[in-house]
């Protein structure tokens, strides 16, 4: 178990395996080790004992230890081989996993299959550990293995029976002749039938699958057999093909619940059978029916049919053959189906090709459900084992087995007439005359209590009983017992005990099993069992009105000390050295059925007939292996002063067998007696081989009634084997030991860890009701006063037993508090109903009053409040295979052993009590006497002292309650005061302690008041008030002082966390302010260079925030507190550790403050060293160097000290260490022949300086270490937040750039630019004339013309009209922006009321968004809708479109952005309207141009002379005629084909101009003009264009290419004014 002894050498080892695939698997997964040296329990439960938590495997080579460490906490899991760096079974190379498998080492972290796992360990473990797995296994519906193949191919498979014979279980048929009773059974030799499944060729689905629908049901998700479903289970099987499991099926009893009426065991065959020849017809010969799925057929597989027909009694055909194989689909051959061939039935024939697993488990089931009651013939396992050796597998039950139970037999002979007889012919030590010397022996010790002579017949009585038991002579029963426990041969010890167990289970099991119904509950009732049956489902056979059985393994004595498991070649060599072992073995009959020889047995129909009449003992005896060690312990008390050396080894042995997990027998029970002597001299034997002087012992005990599986319950917890009594009549307290591994030992200070189980409380005997309480009532107080932790177990099914139970629990804990010594209780509850609640409520209160620390006392002061109460809904309740273990028990589990081994560290030293002997003989010297102020009779008074702890609780509460409310007051009291006033917070906490000690004190004298009266008015209380009044005094008494405790802290927290929470919101509020300033200079940066800052900018930013806050901040100055003594301890460790401890008397001086430098001096070099430097000519050079040497450390130190003095953070001892390291790697990088002085002295004088340093750091940070850690460490936070609020406003500034950008300033540039061509041509007209009318502008064009002189102005206005008339315009327009300075005011005007129309709207929008988060968009978009209603003024809504604008803001935050930029804006462009800007740039920006207006304005009529060209001066609108006041002459237009006119003064007459006009005659070529010469005024209009061709006549020859022209003299004589004042005279007359 715990304790693990050196092998013994065998004289033959095991070959190591051969390089195979198997062997690979085994290496893989760490187990090629044990293929030479079989792994064992200890060494496993070495591991798991000790284990609190369930680590996921990082390796396949932790998968074996997870999956027994799991396997052990029965968690569904266990067969996981999942690993945290485990691969795909298909990896990123695509290799399968089988490829993977055979590739190198790197590529060989990929899953294995589970039923790989299983094989491994079980190849690897001895057949003991096998044993273990298997019962654990079974326990967790798993299927275990029963043919093992060898890890080596050429070697036979191994039958594994010896497994099976550890799972001991019960059912309840339907049948009639068990008449619904509940049967138990060793499955190993319990006739069952046997159902064998086999696959023949590649399948189209799971059989695996198919097999756990048919044992659980579809509806269950419990995989029994591993599948290709599960994880691990797709990867290829290489070392477990060939494998045989079996899953059994046991039904409960209930119709509802069970899928079938009889129990059945499910064998599977892994692999394609034809591989497996062996199995095959070990299989068909044994099983009662085989169902074979068939695959794909090869004339192999067809032979093999045809075979398996002939062997097997019963079978089933399944076709599930896929689409994966190749030819037909049809099963059969030869155009018949298999079952025609094979001469098989039709319903022996099922499909499945077509049906998933869960329908064709549903056609198997209802075959199987009319096979199972009546047509299956049962079958057990050890018939099976014979067939199997007979066809060439091996059997684990070797010969030395066989020998160990022929020895069993010998032991047990006579054993068939009663078990009374039994026990009085060969165990009689333990009989009337036992029972009768232990009531005398506590007469005696009253005696000597009361210090009375112990009366005379009482003496010889005594003296008679122990003369007559001095005669005892060794029966032969115990004789062969004791020889077999000597023998040298440890396997052959283990396989001894083992098959003791299962014997007497046997044959407990068919004395059960044979009882009628009525009998049965008979013996019940005798066994008070039926008390609990009200409190259970009568239907379920799992209720405590009936016999139970044990669930756990059968083989717990001795089952761990073996260390490796022989071969059966070994065992044959072993027994050629035993003498008559033939003769024995001859000699012993066949313990699974010692009269049937037959393979199948007969349905039970006929046994029922020949059931017992009556019951064979008014008292229901059951012989266990305990009685027998019982025995021997008796021989050994009552007859040790013989000196008999055979008797002498009895301690030894037991001290042996008790280090290789047998439990020992601390107390009968039965007797009420402990065996003293026999117990010292074996705890005198565990010193001696634990070569302890003193052992240091820690005692762990559990304390339940019979009903709660306390055995049970430490196996699960630690794996230990200990006596389940509860399942017998007999009581008793039983210990087993645990070695404690070294990294534990240290832990829990001692070497063994004892654990104490309690067996039989509240279990009904002959004796009157008294005398059975009283038992209980030793055996308990006896445990407790034992025990360092007492685990409290409540059971759900105790019923009615429970206020016996809790009776004599209580009153054994206050007996336990009279003797000193009380332990550190827990709690654990078996189930979370309401009943178990109150009852572990009850018990918890109980514990706390009595876990109170006395004064002075220091062995109790570990056990004060730490009760705890742990829930476990175990498997312990229920015996059956059926029953699934519930998935939260593996984490209850841990956590309970967490708890306890807590609970075992915090025991201190009890120096005076550390020999468990010692401890034990006071105990039971206290006992046996009764000197208890409560008698061991007096149980009663165990109720009225819980109704007290519970009414103490209540009080306690009150008070507590008191004092919250009383504390939330003095909270606002402290809350009021300001918080960094040092005097006026110290003063008012100083106020409310005092305040808060009345308070209490107040309290708990009123709670002494109601305890003096609750107690007075019980009349039990009163009777034992000087046992319970200093029980509630010392309470109180510790409850005043934690509740006051407790309310100090708390009002030293509240001030505390009142000043630092100032001290941060003070702090908060300065951070804040800087990163304000920070923030708002990086947002004008980032404006101003429009550049992104990075993350890291930032962080280097926030960084001299940070240091500047912190620089400036007022930290609180520490109270006093001298670093020196710190730094003093430091420097001490570190000469200690260097070996300098001659100079430690120099550190006196550390902390005095001195001014000089460090001086390097003679001291400081050797002898020969100073000797050297007298002799040479440099004598200084070394002590220069070394001067130099210590200078550069000492600048280091200053820069370290700087370092750490920026710090916002308090002294650490850790700066002096760092500082020691560097002043010793700084003497390393120069080497000198100095003396160790020099470095202790230069480590004193930079220690020394950093005391003043640090002692700076200390005074600031000191108070607020807790608001720099809180800061520190809030850092990243603040600064995380620092970056985002950079990050939201430069989003901010950035979209409301983009908005005033991209929307507001074109919006706005359009308000001012749309009326502004409008108003520069107004204003135009105002000051020019011309522009008034088209006749005043054309008279102005004429004007121009001729006070221009240009004869090129004349081509344009005559040949280019319309275009000269725009040039005209725009010159007067530019000339016009050139003059004028107006057109600036009225921007500036336009400009501030477009601005303020933006504002109001911007505004409007902000009303009831004040600092709330907003989407912008949104908000944007009502701003726009607001100045298109009131402002008229329109925004494009494509303009918003862009994401850019979705963002969430503070709505104040970007309104602000808003208005600054938009007041940048209108600054900017207020700006650029007062400079002087081109004036083509201005005209360019405006949508309505002044030129088009004025154009407009003088356009007039745009008919032309059809002649002349001359334009329409008519301004009336819609005219008929069309006249224009100076129509061209000839020779001004190009176009004029006629020769040149000629004309001279002496031909000039009246009609002289109507030859000179080319209109002539106007009419006759468009009758919609007036003729020319109707006008009287031509004459004198015809003076302008004299002139002109006058001023011009070379230039228009030369123009059109034309002769000069000749004009008269008097034309010549026209003077410009002529002109002028000719045109003015028409255009103004005619106005």
């Avoid at 070495?46 to 906490?73: G, S």
């Avoid at 005692?699 to 049970?712: C, D, E």
Wanted: proline content about 3%; glycine content about 4%.
């Amino acid at each position: 178990m715990s304790f693990k002894l050196t092998k013994r050498p065998s004289s033959k080892k095991k070959r190591p395996l051969k390089d195979n695939a198997q062997a690979e698997i085994l290496h893989k997964l760490g187990l090629e080790a044990y293929s030479t040296r079989q792994l064992d329990s200890a060494s496993v439960l070495n591991t798991n004992t000790w284990t609190l938590e369930d680590k996921q495997p990082v390796e396949l080579r932790n998968l074996p230890d997870a999956f027994l460490r799991r396997l052990w906490l029965l968690s569904e899991d266990a067969r996981s081989t999942c690993c945290q760096t485990q691969l795909d079974p298909f990896n990123e190379d695509g290799k399968l996993p089988e490829e993977k498998l055979s590739s190198s080492e790197e590529n060989t972290t990929s899953a294995i299959n589970p039923l790989d796992l299983v094989t491994s360990v079980f190849i690897s473990a001895d057949t003991f550990l096998q044993q273990e797995i298997t019962v654990r296994m079974v326990q967790c519906k798993f299927a275990v293995p029963l043919v093992l193949p060898n890890a080596d191919p050429e070697k036979p498979s191994q039958f594994l029976l010896w497994p099976s014979r550890g799972v001991l279980s019960q059912w309840r048929s339907h049948s009639l002749v068990t008449n619904g009773r509940v049967q138990k059974g060793n499955l190993a030799s319990t006739p069952l039938p046997i159902i064998s499944c086999i696959k023949l060729g590649r399948c189209s689905v799971s059989k695996s699958q198919v097999l756990n629908y048919v044992l659980n049901g579809p509806k269950s998700s419990k995989n029994t057999f591993i599948h290709k479903g599960m994880d691990g289970g797709q990867v290829p099987r290489r070392l477990s093909n060939g494998l045989v499991e079996t899953g059994w099926y046991l039904p409960t009893g209930d119709i509802d619940r069970d899928i079938y009426q009889a129990p059945f065991v499910i064998s599977n065959l892994r692999g394609d059978a034809s591989n497996h020849e062996r199995c095959i017809k070990l299989l068909c010969q044994t099983s009662s029916a085989v169902i074979i799925f068939c695959g794909d057929f090869k004339e192999k597989e067809k032979q093999l049919l045809e075979s398996c027909k002939a062997m097997a009694s019963k079978l089933i055909l399944i076709d599930v053959y896929g689409t994966e194989g190749d030819g037909n689909t049809t099963m059969g051959y030869g155009g018949q189906s298999l079952q025609e061939c094979l001469w098989l039935p039709k319903e022996s024939g099922l499909p499945g090709s077509a049906l998933n697993e869960e329908e064709v488990a549903n056609n198997l089931c209802e075959i199987l459900k009319t096979w199972v009651p009546d047509s299956l013939k049962p079958v057990t396992l050890e018939a099976a084992s014979k067939l199997a050796l007979d066809i060439g597998l091996n059997v684990d039950e070797g010969p030395v087995c066989k020998k160990a139970m022929a020895t069993v037999e010998e032991v047990l002979k006579g054993l068939d007439e009663g078990s009374v007889e039994f026990q009085q012919k060969q165990l009689p030590l333990q009989g009337h005359l036992w029972h009768k010397l232990a009531t005398l022996d506590k007469e005696e010790s009253k005696h000597r209590k009361s210090e009375k002579e112990t009366e005379l017949q009482l003496q010889e009585e005594k003296k008679d009983i122990l003369a007559e038991l001095k005669r005892y002579k060794m029966t032969p029963a115990m004789k062969i017992f004791i020889d077999s426990l000597l023998a040298k041969d440890k396997i052959q010890r283990t396989y001894f005990l083992t098959w003791l167990k299962l014997r007497l289970q046997l044959q407990q099991s068919e004395k059960l099993n044979s009882f009628p119904e009525s009998q049965t509950e008979k013996t019940e009732q005798l066994e008070n069992v039926g008390r609990e049956a009200d409190s259970v489902d009568s239907d379920s056979f799992c209720t405590d009105s009936e016999e139970e059985t044990e669930e756990q393994p059968v083989n717990n004595e001795g089952s761990d000390i073996v260390q490796c498991c022989k071969t059966t070649q070994e065992e044959e060599q072993h027994l050629q050295n035993t003498e008559n072992t033939t003769e024995l073995l001859e000699s012993t009959p066949d313990l699974s059925r010692s009269n049937e020889e037959e393979l199948y047995l007969e349905d039970p129909c006929e046994d029922a007939k020949a059931l017992h009449s009556q019951l064979l003992e008014s008292k229901t005896y059951n012989l266990g292996v305990e009685h027998f060690f019982r025995e021997m312990g008796l021989i050994f008390e009552l007859t040790h002063m013989s000196g008999s050396q055979n008797l002498l080894r009895l301690p030894r042995l037991a001290a042996d067998l008790l280090l290789h997990g047998v439990p020992l027998e601390l107390m009968d029970g039965d007797a009420s007696n402990i065996p003293i002597c026999w117990l010292g001299s074996i705890f005198a034997e565990l010193s001696r081989s634990l070569r302890q002087e003193k052992l240091r012992t820690r005692v762990l005990t559990i304390l339940g009634n019979h009903h709660a599986r306390n055995a049970l319950v430490l196996s699960g917890l630690f794996g230990v084997k200990l006596q389940e009594g509860w399942e017998r009549t007999n009581k008793g307290v039983y210990m087993a030991v645990l070695s404690l591994p070294d990294d534990h030992r240290k832990d829990l200070d001692c070497d063994l860890l004892l654990l104490i189980d309690v067996e039989g409380l509240g279990l009904a005997s002959e004796e009157i009701e008294m005398d059975t309480l009283i038992h209980d009532n030793m055996m308990a107080t006896v445990a407790i006063g034992l025990s360092d932790v007492l685990l409290q177990n409540i059971s759900p099914h105790a019923g009615k037993e429970f206020a016996t139970i809790f009776k004599v629990m209580v009153s054994s804990l206050l007996r336990a508090k009279e003797c000193g010594a009380f332990p550190i209780c827990s709690l654990l509850v078996q189930d979370e109903g309401l009943d178990a609640i109150l009852q572990a409520s009850q018990l918890r209160h109980i514990c706390k009053m009595l876990q109170t620390e006395d004064k002075g006392n220091v062995i109790n002061h570990h056990a004060l409040n730490t009760s705890s109460t742990t829930f476990v809904k175990g498997p312990w309740p229920n015996m059956s295979l059926s029953e699934i273990v519930d998935k939260q028990y593996t984490n209850d589990v841990l956590k309970l052993k967490e708890t306890l081994f807590g609970a075992l560290k915090r025991c201190s030293t009890k120096s005076e009590e550390s020999d468990f002997i010692g401890r034990l003989s006071k105990v039971w010297d206290a006992v046996k006497s009764d000197s208890f102020s409560i008698s061991l009779q007096n149980i009663n008074v165990a109720l009225v002292f819980s109704l007290l702890c519970t009414e103490f609780s209540q009080w306690e509460d009150g008070l507590v309650e008191s004092m919250e409310s009383w504390l939330m007051k003095a909270t606002a009291k402290i809350i009021a005061t300001k918080a960094l006033d040092g005097t006026a917070q110290d003063a008012l906490l100083s106020e409310l302690k005092k305040e808060a000690q009345e308070e209490v004190k107040s309290g708990v004298h009123k709670l002494k008041s109601k305890a003096e009266s609750y107690v007075k008015s019980e009349e039990n209380l009163k009777m034992n008030s000087e046992t319970f009044m200093p029980v509630l005094l010392s309470n109180m008494s510790q409850l005043q002082e934690r509740v006051t405790e407790e309310v100090m802290q708390k009002l030293e927290t509240i001030s505390e966390s009142h000043c630092s929470l100032s001290q941060i919101e003070k702090l908060e509020a300065s951070l804040e302010r800087e990163q304000e300033f920070k923030l708002v200079a990086l947002e004008e940066t980032s404006k101003s260079t429009n550049i992104l800052l990075q993350d890291h900018e930032l962080e280097e930013e926030f960084e001299s925030v940070w240091k500047k806050m912190l620089s400036s901040f007022d930290f609180r100055p520490s109270e006093s507190d001298d670093i020196s003594s710190r730094v003093a301890e430091v420097l001490r460790q570190n000469l200690i550790s260097r070996g300098l401890q001659k100079h430690l008397e120099k550190l006196d001086v550390l902390g005095q403050k001195h001014t000089s430098g460090f001086q390097v001096c003679d001291e400081h070099f050797g002898y020969r060293s100073r000797l050297k430097r007298m002799l040479e000519d440099n004598n200084k050079q070394q002590k220069l160097e070394a001067q130099k040497v210590a200078n550069k450390i000492i600048e280091e130190y200053n820069k370290f000290s700087a370092n750490k003095c920026s710090l916002a953070a308090d002294f650490c001892e850790s700066y002096i260490t760092e500082l020691l390291e560097m002043i010793e790697n700084g003497l390393k990088e120069k080497s000198l022949e100095i003396r160790s002085a020099f470095e202790v002295d230069l480590k004193i004088h930079l220690c020394n300086a950093a005391c003043q340093d640090f002692q700076k750091l200390r005074d600031r940070f000191g108070k607020d270490k807790e608001l720099l850690t809180y800061i520190s460490e809030a850092k990243n936070k603040y600064a995380a937040e620092f970056i985002y609020q950079f990050r939201k406003r430069d989003q901010c500034q950035r979209v409301a750039q983009a908005f005033i950008s991209t929307v507001i300033k074109p919006l706005v540039l359009a308000y001012i630019n749309q009326p502004l061509g409008i108003h520069i041509a107004k204003d135009i007209e105002d000051k020019a004339k011309q522009y008034q009318s088209p006749r005043a502008f054309h008279q102005s064009i004429l004007e121009d013309l001729i006070d221009e002189d240009c004869f090129e102005s004349f081509v344009q206005y005559l040949l280019f009209y319309e275009d000269y008339r725009l040039t005209k315009i725009h010159d007067t327009v530019v000339a016009h922006l050139a003059d004028t300075t107006s057109l600036s005011k009225f921007k500036q005007q336009r400009l501030g009321e477009v601005v303020g129309k933006i504002a109001a709207a911007v505004s409007q929008t902000t009303e009831g968004t004040s600092g709330v988060l907003s989407d912008t968009k949104p908000l944007l978009e009502r701003v726009c809708l607001i100045l298109e209603k009131d402002a008229n003024i329109n925004v494009k809504e494509e303009s918003l479109n862009s994401p850019l604008f979705s963002i969430t803001t503070d709505w104040d935050r970007f309104v602000k952005c808003l208005i600054e930029l938009l007041a940048t804006m209108r600054l900017g462009l207020s700006q650029e309207f007062s400079q002087n800007v081109d004036k083509l740039e201005v005209l360019r920006d405006l949508p309505v141009l002044p030129q088009d207006h004025l154009l407009q304005t003088v356009r007039g009529c745009d008919k032309r002379c059809p002649l002349c060209k001359a334009p329409c001066d008519e301004e009336e609108l819609d005219h008929e005629m069309h006249s224009s006041l100076l129509h061209r002459p000839k020779g001004t237009l190009p176009h004029d084909i006629c020769s040149p006119f000629h004309l001279s003064s002496s031909e000039t007459s009246k009609d002289s101009y109507g030859e000179f006009m080319m209109c002539k005659n106007l009419p006759l070529q468009d009758t919609k003009w007036s003729d020319v010469s109707d006008d009287p005024n031509s004459q004198k209009a015809s003076n302008y264009w004299r002139y002109v061709l006058v001023r011009f006549n070379e230039k228009f020859a030369a123009e059109y290419k034309q002769e000069l022209a000749k004009f008269p003299e008097d034309w010549m004589k026209i003077t410009k004014e002529e002109a002028l004042d000719g045109l003015k005279e028409v255009f103004g007359k005619k106005e």
